[in-house]
């Protein structure tokens, strides 16, 4: 098992950065590929980025390409989403996720066995 807590979010205005962070324990969570999703009120839950085991791999949703940022740190367990320039559309519950078995992953959701609790962002205009 791995658990995943998120962290960082918060109301900002439009322009701002955020900086997610998501710690996880448990399974060897640095064999694992992680991503970060979003949901906004109404609005199925889509990708907004995935980095892979090591962090060679990176890919982002054409929606964040450019303004959000990747990485982790194997030793201390953690991923962290960083977010410039931020957007009222970005609005949402962001979560955490792990997949225990592809690296790199994949932007289907189902494809991760492991979630956090998320983290509200809310971006006014």
């Known amino acids: 098992q791995v658990q995943l807590e998120e962290s960082g979010g918060g109301l900002v205005q439009a322009g701002a950065s955020l900086r997610l962070s998501c710690a996880a324990s448990?399974?060897?969570?640095?064999?694992?590929?992680m991503a970060w999703f979003r949901q906004a009120p109404g609005k199925e839950r889509e990708f907004v980025a995935t980095?892979?085991?090591?962090?060679?791999?990176?890919g982002y949703a054409d929606s964040v390409k450019g303004r959000f940022i990747a990485s982790r740190d194997n030793n201390k367990n953690t991923v962290v989403l960083q977010m410039n320039s931020l957007k009222p559309e970005d609005t949402a519950v962001y979560y955490c996720?792990?997949?225990?078995?592809?690296?790199?992953?994949?932007?289907?959701?189902?494809?991760?066995?492991?979630w956090g609790q998320g983290t509200q962002v809310t971006v006014s205009s």
């Open positions: 996720a792990a997949d225990p078995d592809r690296d790199p992953s994949t932007t289907n959701p189902a494809h991760y066995a492991y």
């Open positions: 448990g399974r060897t969570s640095s064999r694992l590929a």
């Open positions: 980095i892979s085991r090591i962090g060679v791999f990176r």
